[in-house]
């Protein structure tokens, strides 16, 4: 890291700021060369933290927009070098030439990533602020922001390190004893290594049970929309995406493949998926795409279950909340058309539903709400957003940002508590302390990886993946 990165670090849309961002032992330097104050000395001669008003050059030298530069030096900056900011009228086209005034200047492009990466590396921040930085980016909800903030406030790494701290306490005074046995040094005990694994155990059992609503919060929850052919899919899908992305005609059979998109319905962004409807039929294409809606409902983790209430209750309704309520996830009953007059029968697929076998055990469902609804005039949306909520609240007191967000952290933590655990079995055993403290160290190391004490170069790349150039 003894070069210079740049980059543009808001969108290429014309818009009314646009930022030109710099980090590198040449930071300062290159940003004098491009950037002129009206009032003063160069930035080189600038306090920290201070906005200059001035003009940026293109590198022939010819002033392309009057616009403000600070600069903070090492340590005490996002990255911990020595960083500089030019904030600019957002012109793409000023800016590209800003971008390339400053390569002439000594800079290069900054890759993905890469001013987080250098704050990562320069222990500005920790891997699970570093993973909160990108979450907050990509939010969809207030939720997912609040997490975030919370995640890069520190509020994961606090959680993750009592633990570990606790855990090195019981190393070091393991080690104490068996390296200094002349020392006057408190014996180790037995019930001070179970009370310990103990305590260590809960709290991982605790942050793993958080898992599910962090991963909802920053990928969505998986949402199936199912039902036989014209019961309102497409149109319940269209209506919640606010535009027409799916086709929607009166032939039954229209759509023959899933169609998925991301919607925020209640504070809970929903990956919703259209399906084709659910019925027997020789046509190939159609039967392919009735495979796939059988798979998205198994791969969902909500399932709307659409019925028509225009029409009495067929066959093919019956066994779509049949399979629905056998799937073990969390559904709804939606009977879709309100805005039409319903039919006296339909009231047979809530009495008539749960006929049959029932699911395999464990695989049983609870019908989780029942709403009416228009599509087309939005009647009853708001039952269905309400209910929707419902099945995806804030955990009672739990605090934002203590949340593990991601499959990595998730399956670090997951290995620290299987330490913990053999380590726990092992002392129950009577095996002799030194093989509890291998155990103990292993959950160490794996908590180490959630962190970023330890972690391999392949896996910091992954992270990284996701941000965007200029962050």
Request: aromatic share 4%.
């Amino acid at each position: 890291m003894n070069d210079t990165i740049a980059a543009i670090a808001t969108p290429a849309l014309p818009s009314a700021i646009g930022i030109l961002r710099l980090s590198g032992p040449g930071a300062v330097r290159a940003v004098d060369r491009v950037f002129t104050p009206f009032h003063g000395g160069p930035m080189g001669e600038r306090p920290d933290r201070t906005l200059v008003y001035g003009a940026l050059h293109d590198r022939e030298g010819a002033v392309i927009d009057h616009c403000l530069c600070t600069v903070s030096r090492a340590p005490h900056s996002y990255t911990g070098e020595d960083t500089a900011e030019l904030q600019c009228h957002g012109s793409p086209a000023a800016l590209a030439l800003g971008l390339e005034a400053l390569f002439a200047a000594g800079a290069r492009q900054a890759g993905p990533g890469e001013f987080t990466r250098r704050a990562f590396l320069n222990g500005k921040l920790d891997l699970t602020r570093t993973e909160a930085v990108a979450d907050l980016i990509h939010a969809e909800t207030p939720a997912a922001a609040r997490q975030a903030a919370g995640q890069l406030g520190g509020a994961l790494a606090e959680a993750v390190e009592e633990i570990y701290d606790e855990l090195t306490g019981l190393c070091a005074h393991f080690h104490a004893v068996l390296d200094y046995p002349d020392e006057d040094i408190e014996p180790f005990e037995a019930r001070e290594l179970a009370a310990v694994l103990s305590g260590a155990a809960a709290k991982l059992d605790a942050l793993a049970a958080t898992y599910r609503r962090g991963r909802f919060l920053n990928e969505g929850v998986p949402c199936a929309i199912v039902g036989r052919p014209n019961a309102g899919k497409s149109t319940l899908f269209n209506a919640l995406l606010g535009y027409e992305r799916a086709i929607v005609t009166p032939i039954p059979g229209t759509t023959r493949d899933t169609v998925e998109e991301r919607v925020n319905l209640g504070g809970v962004v929903l990956r919703l998926v259209d399906t084709a409807g659910l019925r027997d039929t020789e046509d190939a294409a159609e039967r392919l795409g009735v495979e796939r809606s059988r798979a998205a409902m198994e791969r969902a983790k909500l399932i709307l279950a659409v019925v028509d209430g225009t029409r009495p209750p067929e066959k093919e309704d019956l066994e779509v909340l049949r399979m629905a309520a056998g799937t073990g996830k969390p559904w709804i009953f939606v009977w879709s058309k309100r805005d039409l007059p319903q039919n006296s029968h339909a009231v047979g697929c809530v009495v008539g539903w749960d006929d049959g076998p029932a699911a395999p055990e464990g695989k049983r469902s609870t019908l989780a709400a029942s709403v009416e609804v228009s599509a087309l005039t939005g009647q009853g949306m708001d039952q269905l957003e309400r209910a929707v909520a419902a099945l995806f609240p804030e955990p009672p007191g739990s605090q934002a940002g203590a949340l593990l967000t991601n499959a990595r952290q998730a399956e670090a933590a997951g290995r620290a508590r299987e330490a913990v655990r053999r380590g726990s079995e092992a002392l129950s055993m009577g095996m002799p302390p030194d093989a509890v403290v291998a155990d103990v160290e292993e959950a160490m190391s794996a908590l180490g990886e959630l962190t970023g004490r330890t972690v391999r170069e392949d896996v910091t790349a992954r992270i990284f993946e996701r941000f965007c150039v200029g962050k």
